[in-house]
């Protein structure tokens, strides 16, 4: 089968298109044709050897895999053909991957396979830190970093189906029209030196009740100060390099929290909560009240392009691979 592969670490450049023989399903996993993966900031962690768990190289990135199923074990409750998405440690380049079947679901009708590539990773990542660790509650406010990004207009329009008022922060004018379109309320440039200050404004001086940070570096420190009584940080990623320190006298008076979540980890510490979630997400889609958005898909050897532009600052929502071009039928039209 063909596949991008890593052979050493690195940037985007040294990923591979490579024949490779399909990956061998162990007891309890899927094999899934995949038709399409999206790109997300991990990749390139992951690639660069500076991810949270290194895979022994040569592997194949990717962390997702929407498709088909090529076979299924007993009891699994899947059979050749399903359409599914499935969470994947690695793998989703390839024309087929390996996935265990409790982290496999099934497609409801409507959703398409780069539209369910584009709803995996980044809104089950985000529906996660929102709903089951930020505690998101409909009446709050919530603020968001690098909000035109995967994770960031995810949290936007995620935060608008909780109900919230959502202040979206990102570093250019059409990012935040991005954002702007997606739900947000409010609008803040983080380029403008006085961006805290406007954030407190536009939360009435109260300040704002959850945010959701998937930037770090220098947008933590503001961030952290915008913060009202009670109110909770979330820690999901640290796209701008920068993992910050956390000043404990910050927290303090205001009864703030700094909470981390991670996808990873719940899937090791609580995996029921992964199917309720992607459960929550397909209905939400049906609805129409979350609608990820593909700003650029690519075929398979272009995989490396699409690395990049989140590497360079420069994706908005979700890129996506298509990994069998050409053999996948056209992107469902509600896919913004
Ligand atoms: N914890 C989890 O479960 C989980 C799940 C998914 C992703 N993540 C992490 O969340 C972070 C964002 O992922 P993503 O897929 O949303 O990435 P993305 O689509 O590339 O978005 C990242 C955003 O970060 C901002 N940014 C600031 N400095 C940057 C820099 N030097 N390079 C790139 N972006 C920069 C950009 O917004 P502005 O230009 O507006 O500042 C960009 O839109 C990554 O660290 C990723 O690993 C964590």
């Not at 536009?202 to 570096?217: K, L, M, R």
């Not at 009670?230 to 910050?244: D, E, H, I, K, T």
């Not at 700094?258 to 997400?281: I, K, N, W």
């Amino acid at each position: 089968m063909r596949a991008m592969v890593c052979g050493r670490w690195g940037g985007p450049e040294q990923l591979t298109l490579t024949n490779v023989p399909e990956p061998v399903p162990k007891p309890g996993e899927v094999s899934i044709d995949v038709h399409a993966c999206s790109v997300n900031f991990a990749d390139l962690l992951m690639i660069g050897g500076t991810y949270q768990t290194r895979p022994e190289l040569p592997f194949v990135p990717g962390l997702e895999a929407a498709g088909t199923i090529a076979s299924a074990p007993e009891g699994s409750g899947f059979k050749t053909g399903d359409r599914v998405v499935a969470i994947l440690w690695h793998g989703g380049y390839a024309e087929q991957a390996v996935a265990s079947a409790q982290e496999t679901f099934l497609l409801p009708a409507g959703v398409s396979f780069d539209v369910a590539a584009a709803l995996t990773s980044a809104y089950v990542s985000t529906a996660l830190a929102l709903i089951r660790v930020a505690h998101l509650k409909p009446s709050e406010v919530l603020l968001v970093l690098g909000a035109s990004g995967g994770v960031g207009l995810a949290a936007v329009q995620l935060g608008k189906a909780l109900g919230a008022t959502v202040i979206a922060v990102a570093s250019t004018p059409d990012k935040l029209a991005i954002a702007r379109e997606a739900g947000a309320d409010r609008v803040i440039c983080s380029a403008d030196a006085a961006w805290k200050e406007q954030v407190l404004s536009e939360s009435g001086s109260a300040g704002v009740n959850v945010c959701v940070d998937p930037v770090g570096g220098p947008l933590f420190d503001p961030a952290l100060s915008t913060l009202g009584w009670g109110g909770r940080y979330v820690l999901v990623g640290f796209a701008a390099g920068q993992a910050p320190s956390i000043p404990a006298h910050r927290l303090l008076v205001k009864h703030r929290a700094v909470l981390g979540s991670s996808l990873r980890y719940f899937r090791y510490h609580d995996p029921a909560a992964l199917r309720e979630t992607m459960d929550q997400l397909f209905a939400w889609y049906a609805q129409g009240r979350i609608l990820p958005r593909i700003t650029l898909r690519l075929p398979l050897e272009a995989t490396a392009e699409g690395l990049r532009t989140l590497a360079e600052r420069r994706a908005i929502g979700k890129v996506v691979v298509h990994v069998r071009e050409g053999r996948e039928a056209p992107p469902a039209a509600r896919s913004a």
